[in-house]
């Protein structure tokens, strides 16, 4: 397994038009990896990496991500989700098995959201999440596999809140970018009890939505706080939507947790 991770590694290498660059070793590429034990905190730099966010929506053929964000002194100022799967022309309900696929998001603090295909076939362009401002024409996504969040939770949410459209469910943070440019207008996540959030699952997908004009909370309306190491400390679950409906959203958490069993 190593002698070929470090033929693929000395290939791209080469594919990427770095000749002049040396040929790495076996140990070269175990240090490399290993650089990647960073326990992440407040202080200094850290890259937060998800090579495949999303693994059983890539093992199906489906929605998955590679996720990149940059932590600078616990915040994340940086973030790219590549979303190979994900339709071009957005996600919905009717979204169909032909259309064009392949997006690449990218974001940095205080510089919007970018989108470009990952194929080059347009220019980038800035994206903006949705501006509707009524529960009755919203729509929803979260995780496709219920193993993954409560998706009975999530429904009543919607009921209490007066969202009408069914859920969009897709795996990974691909949920993030397809939300950044408008697919969907509220993202919630409500992972079992016991389950600890981990900052490579949200890190990028946070700053894309952000950028993008988008609120990103936990369910007691606090912003998620990346400068803890490698788990995010939330309470329930995490939200996203837009300015005009996270005080909605919020109280319709609320009034869903008093009652839900």
Known sequence: MLLRI????????????????PILTKENVLEAID?????????GRHWVLDPIDG????????????????????EVVLGVL??????????????????????????????????????DSFAPKQVYVSDVDHPALACFCESFESAHSRQTLTDQIAKIMGVQ?????????????????????????????????????????????????GVVRDAAGKRLDFSKGRYLDVEHGILATNPK?????????????????
């Not at 470090?6 to 660059?21: R, W």
């Not at 098995?97 to 970018?114: D, K």
């Not at 990974?172 to 408008?182: I, L, T």
């Open 165 to 213: 459209a069914p859920p969009i469910r897709i795996d990974s943070q691909a949920k993030y970018g397809a939300m950044a440019r408008g697919d969907a207008v509220i993202y919630m996540r409500f992972p079992h009890v016991g389950y600890r959030e981990k900052i490579w699952d949200h890190a990028a997908g946070c700053i894309v939505i952000e950028e993008a004009g």
């Open 6 to 21: 470090t033929d693929l590694v000395n290939n791209a290498i080469i594919d990427e038009g770095l000749e002049s660059s």
């Open 55 to 74: 693994t059983k929506g890539f093992l199906r053929g489906d929605q998955y991500a590679v996720a990149l964000a940059l932590l600078d002194e616990g």
């Open 82 to 119: 590549a979303c190979p799967n994900l339709p071009l022309a957005g996600v919905s309900l009717q979204t169909s098995s032909g259309e064009p696929v392949g997006c690449l998001f990218s974001a940095t603090r205080g510089g919007g959201t970018m989108m470009q295909s990952l194929n």
């Open 35 to 43: 650089r990647g034990r960073s326990q992440g905190g407040p202080v």
């Open 245 to 261: 409906l996270i005080d909605t959203l919020l109280t319709s958490v609320e009034a869903a947790l008093k009652v839900y069993k």
